[in-house]
């Protein structure tokens, strides 16, 4: 086991993560071979963005996970379907500011690592792949989100913390326990309240 990472490393981490992700295969943890601390496992996130800065991307958007870790979304992974590419994908949905308004979403997210630690996820960016941009919801204090056989009660959307950065997207943690999404199938999420909204997208 190797201590922590060498300089340059998370790079090389980073491309590692972005190829099995373009290439739909499984990676074996980080952690199988080097003793991450969580500070080093958000510098290969981190690297990954700055490979896709370096290709013309833009960060547009930011998502705060379950764990309260925050990670960034670029122009290109706000996707109107699910990418037809995915390691054991998953979704779920989630609350999505956006200039004063308040947007139901579909958090997209995949599994690379076989048996993964913690900090093999943050250097995943905590799995984030993209984020499907839905309906504006109306909110009048009380509404109940289902997903499946899964339901969630909002009270108090102020008190879904997201993000203040400036950017276009703020993407609260997942509402929900994620989903494993299949190919060919479709998810429906339904905000059931005073006003009901429906939405739903379908993996290709």
């Given amino acids: 086991m190797i ?10 981490f980073a491309r590692s993560i972005l190829a099995a992700r373009s290439e739909g295969r499984k990676l074996q943890p980080i952690t199988n071979t080097r003793l991450l601390s969580p500070d080093e496992a958000e510098s290969i996130a981190r690297a990954i963005i700055d490979i896709r800065l370096a290709a013309g991307e833009s960060i547009t958007g930011a998502i705060l ?88 009660v909002i009270k108090d959307l102020t008190a879904i913390k997201t993000p203040d950065l400036g950017l276009e997207w703020a993407v609260s943690a997942p509402l929900l326990y994620p989903t494993s999404w299949e190919r060919g199938s479709t998810v429906v999420v339904d905000l059931q309240g005073p006003t009901k909204v429906s939405f739903s997208a379908r993996r290709l």
Avoid at 3 to 8: I, S, Y
Avoid at 111 to 128: M, P, T, V
């Fill in 3 to 12: 201590a922590g990472l060498a300089p340059g490393e998370e790079r090389t």
């Fill in 65 to 152: 996970s379950e764990d309260k870790d925050l990670s960034y979304l670029t122009n290109k992974q706000i996707v109107e379907s699910a990418p037809s590419i995915l390691v054991e994908g998953r979704v779920s949905p989630v609350v999505i500011r956006s200039a004063g308004r308040t947007h139901l979403g579909l958090l997209i997210s995949d599994r690379l690592f076989e048996r993964g630690r913690r900090e093999d996820q943050l250097a995943s960016g905590s799995g984030a792949v993209a984020v499907i941009v839905g309906p504006e919801i109306p909110f009048h204090g009380e509404a109940t989100l289902r997903l499946g056989n899964e339901r969630s």
